[in-house]
């Protein structure tokens, strides 16, 4: 059987886009547009070059990664709503920025196992909070493994050494952005608490949002208040040894950036499932001479697309998200 007209309205349209922007991306920036024509059927995702990092994602991978994500939180929606789907990933040549269609296709059938995710998809939160020494059990991260495997990439939990490694390309990535006032300038703007015209803001990362910073230490999650210090932030320890997880693809060109990031919003889900707080650390792979020393040179990686530390630990709280009538269009 051959692909359908994508049998939605537009609330039903509206309420699929509702749920795939949900999804994380760098700075909580939501680089992405979604436009659906009714007449063709097609459900059509778009990249947003006016909401890229130019000094730290010139080549626009982490804005790959965040609208594919947001793809992913879309096919989980669909399956929820008994509308299978095919996706086809950068469909056109002439026009980068467009990154993936989603059309309607009764000949995919049903999935159970994405329809079953999508309780988390609006729980999801990144956690800037200590996390418990608990380990994750083995089985949990053996699942996490196979989600990642079922996007076409790999997840690695690293040895003792390797995170240690990590975490100090971390601490040295963040040394890099203090000595360039223009990465500085790109965080500030997207941490900056400035209104919008509707009085609030709906995108970028929110002072409640920081987490405390550390009195025990650099912390394994990004600390936001470097570049927007918030009065009476308050401190906790963070955990000694973090348990972090490195998702990698085979190759590093714009199909693996989107396999990836579909593969990170499956892990972040199932994570969430399972009753595992996540945060995401990025800083490391933003700076060219030193994403290619987080991979670990013992195992067959290839390349590094998102570093992952999982736990148990308070969840974190919502970021706002731009109203779908900001991100969907609907062409006749």
């Known amino acids: 059987m051959t692909a359908t007209h994508f049998d939605l309205d537009p609330d039903t349209a509206a309420r699929l886009v509702g749920d795939a922007v949900t999804a994380p991306s760098m700075h909580n920036a939501q680089p992405w547009k979604f436009v659906f024509r009714p007449g063709s059927g097609v459900l059509a995702l778009y990249g947003d070059p006016e909401r890229a990092m130019t000094r730290t994602d010139p080549n626009h991978r982490a804005l790959h990664l965040g609208c594919a994500a947001a793809l992913f939180n879309l096919r989980v929606s669909a399956a929820w709503n008994g509308r299978p ?53 083995t089985a949990l991260l053996d699942g996490l493994g196979a989600a990642a495997r079922l996007e076409g990439c790999r997840l690695t939990v690293p040895s003792t050494w390797h995170i240690e490694t990590v975490l100090g390309l971390v601490r040295d990535a963040e040394h890099h952005e203090e000595m360039d006032p223009l990465a500085q300038a790109e965080t500030a703007a997207w941490t900056s608490q400035a209104q919008g015209a509707g009085g609030t803001r709906s995108d970028g990362i929110p002072a409640a949002a920081f987490g405390p910073k550390s009195s025990g230490g650099p912390a394994p999650v990004r600390d936001f208040g470097r570049a927007q210090p918030v009065p009476d932030r308050g401190w906790a320890v963070f955990e000694k040894r973090p348990q972090l997880a490195l998702l990698s693809t085979t190759g ?17 889900l199932q994570a969430t499932t399972d009753g595992l707080a996540t945060s995401m650390t990025s800083q490391p792979l933003e700076w060219p001479e030193l994403r290619w020393t987080v991979r670990d040179p013992v195992a067959a990686m290839g390349h590094v697309q998102m570093v992952l530390r999982l736990g148990y630990g308070p969840a974190g709280p919502a970021t706002p998200r731009r109203p779908v009538s900001e991100v969907l269009e609907i062409r006749e």
């Open 85 to 137: 789907v095919s996706v086809r990933l950068l469909p056109d040549d002439s026009d980068p920025w467009l990154l993936a269609t989603v059309t309607h296709d009764e000949a995919a059938g049903g999935d159970h196992d994405l329809a079953a995710l999508h309780d988390a998809v609006r729980r999801r939160h990144t956690s800037r909070y200590p996390f418990s020494d608990e380990p994750v059990p």
């Open 252 to 268: 590093d060109t714009k199909g693996d950036w989107l396999r990836a990031g579909q593969a990170l919003q499956r892990i972040l």
